[in-house]
């Protein structure tokens, strides 16, 4: 069984909808990343959480340590938002990172 | 700033030739890291780097030395090609230990014949 778990594999929905995208995960953390990548191959990285949620634009980011478990969404989409998204977990001071292998959207015009 | 800058971006090998694939970064940052990426899999930590002077292994180290005697370059050495390390390799880099967010290069897409 994978360290970190993404559900789903593949996403597929209309421009406008409300996306979630989920990630759970085996071991103790400290830290949780989400990552973009596009579809030219360049990764970017979305949020570091340790507890609680973060905003920004229209990413929201939550995590909850104690069922091992955190959500990306996504608001108002757009097909611009169409890329893999990565979840990866880790402890500060490690630089030893475990990754997802990643949810593919694809938001239809 | 350019950021975490990769060459080549593309690089056709043969089995057993070596190579270098370079990384640079321009904002000061300590820690390095080198991944590469197959279909079907997350990425996975080769070899990454603390300071200069400082590097240890990641998850997949075979077959792969680095080194890093400045901040700003931390190189990858394939020592001897083989078709299994046919990959896409990113650079990563970010200012500390602290889980703060790491910065990715573009890649270097690498076919070993």
């Known amino acids: 069984k994978n360290e970190v778990e993404q559900s789903p594999q593949n996403l597929t929905a209309q421009e406008g909808e409300f996306i979630t995208i989920n990630c759970s995960y085996s071991?103790?953390?400290?830290?949780l990343h989400w990552l973009q990548q596009h579809p030219g191959g360049g990764i970017v990285s979305l949020f570091m959480?340790?507890?609680g949620k973060k905003k920004h634009g229209r990413l929201i980011a939550t995590i909850n340590i104690q069922e091992k478990h955190s959500s990306l969404h996504i608001t108002a989409s757009h097909p611009r938002d169409s890329a893999v998204y990565i979840c990866?977990?880790?402890?500060?001071?490690?630089?030893?990172?475990?990754f997802g292998t990643g949810t593919r959207l694809t938001i239809i015009p | 700033n350019a950021g975490v800058t990769q060459t080549p971006k593309f690089q056709v090998l043969k089995t057993g030739q070596s190579m270098t694939l370079q990384c640079a970064q321009d904002m000061n940052h300590e820690y390095m890291s080198w991944y590469r990426q197959d279909p079907g899999m997350g990425l996975r930590l080769i070899h990454y780097?603390?300071?200069?002077?400082?590097?240890d292994q990641g998850e997949v180290p075979n077959g792969y030395n680095v080194s890093r005697s400045t901040t700003e370059d931390f190189p990858l050495r394939l020592l001897s090609a083989a078709p299994s390390q046919t990959s896409v390799y990113f650079c990563?880099?970010?200012?500390?230990?602290?889980?703060?967010?790491?910065?990715f290069g573009p890649g270097t897409r690498l076919l070993v014949l």
């Open positions: 990866a977990v880790g402890n500060f001071g490690n630089e030893k990172l475990t």
């Open positions: 780097s603390v300071g200069a002077g400082i590097t």
């Open positions: 071991v103790g953390i400290s830290a």
């Open positions: 990563a880099s970010r200012p500390g230990p602290h889980g703060e967010t790491q910065y």
């Open positions: 959480l340790s507890s």
